[in-house]
C-alpha cells in the first residue's frame, strides 16, 4: 500500500509540474507589446497575430506606418488609427502577422533612424512569428504612406504589395524648414521624380487610394505617381474617393477585396 501511496503522490507531482508548461507552449495571440533596440536606443512596437497562428507554417506579414498624430514612444498610440484600427473592428479579415513600429516625435518616417527602426521592427517579428519573406507586405497613411512610397523605392523586391494611403514623394516646404534633413529623402515636385520612383518600383504590385478632397496632402501627388506607374509598366491600382478629404485610410482598410488582393501577392 505504501508503494502504491508512492507512486501515486509522483504521478500527482508530476502531473502539476507539467500543467504550467503546457500553458505557457500556447501561442500569445492578439496585440502583443514588444520593443527593439536600433544602436543604443530601445523602441516600444506592437504586433498583432492571429488567433490562429501557429509556428508549423510560415505567415504573410505586414508592415504598418501610422500617421503623424500618432508619434510618440508609448508603443501604444499607432494601435489607434488605420490598420490596427480595422483590425479592431474585424480580426477575421487579417489573416496575417501585422507589425505596427511607431515614429519619435519631431520625426519622419524617411529618416534614416526611423526607416531603420521601422525595418528592424519587421526583421525580428518575421523572426519571431514565422513572417513569409515571400509574402512581406507594406502599407502606411498620411505620413505613412510618404514612408511607404519611400521604402518601396529604396527596397525594390522586398514586399510583394505596397498600399500608399493619402501620402507622396514630394515633401512640403514648411516640413522641410523644420526638418532640413528631410531635404535630402524629398523628391522635387517634377515629372522626372515620378519617373524616377516608378522606375524604381518596377513591377511591386502598388494600390494607391486618396480622397479627392484631401486639403492636408494633395491627390496631385497619388494621380502623378499612378499615371507614371502605368507609364513606366507597372503594376498599379489607383482608388480616388470623390468628395472625401484626408481620412481616406478608414475606406481604404475597409475594401472588401483589399486583403484579398494584399495577400494573393507574392515575391517569386
Known sequence: MRFLSIIAALFLILSLAAAPRSSASTPQTGFLDRRISVKGTAYKYQVFVPENWSPKQKWP????????????????????????????????????????????????????????????????????????????????????????????????????????????????????????DLAATSYPDDPRSYEEVAKKIGKTPVWIFHGGADDVVSVEGSR??????????????????????????DKAYAEPELMTWMLSQSLK
Not at 473592428?89 to 496575417?96: C, H, I
Not at 507614371?228 to 481616406?248: D, F, M, Q, W
Request: proline share 6%.
Open 61 to 180: 506579414i505586414i508592415l504598418f506606418l501610422h500617421g503623424a498624430g500618432e508619434r510618440g514612444s508609448d508603443g501604444l498610440l499607432q494601435t489607434d488609427v488605420g490598420l490596427p484600427h480595422a483590425v479592431r473592428l474585424d480580426r477575421s479579415r487579417f489573416p496575417a502577422v501585422i507589425v505596427i513600429p511607431q515614429c519619435l516625435k519631431d520625426n519622419w518616417w524617411q529618416t534614416p533612424q526611423m526607416e531603420e527602426m521601422a525595418l528592424a521592427a519587421l526583421t525580428a517579428a518575421t523572426k519571431e512569428f514565422k513572417g513569409d519573406a515571400k509574402r512581406t507586405y507594406l502599407t502606411g497613411l498620411s505620413m505613412g504612406g510618404y514612408g511607404s512610397w519611400d521604402l518601396a523605392a529604396k527596397y525594390p523586391g522586398k514586399f510583394a504589395a505596397v498600399v500608399p494611403i493619402c501620402g507622396g514623394i514630394v515633401i512640403p516646404e514648411h516640413l522641410k524648414q523644420m526638418r532640413p
Open 224 to 249: 502623378k505617381l499612378d499615371a507614371a506607374l502605368k507609364a513606366a509598366g507597372g503594376n498599379v491600382r489607383y482608388t480616388e474617393y470623390p468628395g472625401v478629404g484626408h481620412n481616406s485610410w
